[in-house]
């Protein structure tokens, strides 16, 4: 299968759209939360799979608005539990890859406008 990560960046973004919460495929200049960026994957060749396979990581963060710290963790909890069921359900984001699976989501912060707001770092693995 080859495709490249501008393509995979694109189906994880449209995978990965949950109503209210702006989408990005790439790393957006400007960046206002609630939002969903597919960060730049590191790859690796050396896979012992088929021939020809590649396995991507991409960084998905997930960012919310703050308007009270409970109802900020509310909100991260659903987008990545939404998240984390399209990928169960959509494991080959439309049969464009072999395979993708959610390997973790880790507590962060975004930094937009001057403002820092909470945020997961999740990973994902995608064969292809």
Do not use: K
Request: hydrophobic residues 45%; charged residues 15%; proline residues 5%.
């Amino acid at each position: 299968m080859s495709v490249n990560g501008r393509d995979i960046a694109e189906a994880l973004a449209a995978a990965l759209s949950v109503a209210g919460v702006r989408t990005y495929a790439y790393n957006p200049d400007t960046f206002v939360p609630p939002g969903i960026v597919v960060g730049q994957p590191t790859m690796d060749w050396e896979s012992d799979r088929t021939f020809c396979t590649l396995t991507w990581v991409f960084p998905i963060t997930v960012a919310v608005s703050r308007n009270t710290d409970r109802e900020a963790q509310s909100a991260l909890f659903d987008t990545v539990a939404q998240i984390a069921d399209v990928l169960a359900d959509d494991h080959d984001l439309g049969g464009l890859v072999q395979t993708s699976r959610l390997l973790a989501a880790a507590p962060t912060t975004v930094t937009a406008n001057g403002q820092e707001f909470p945020a997961y770092l999740l990973t994902v693995n995608i064969l292809a």
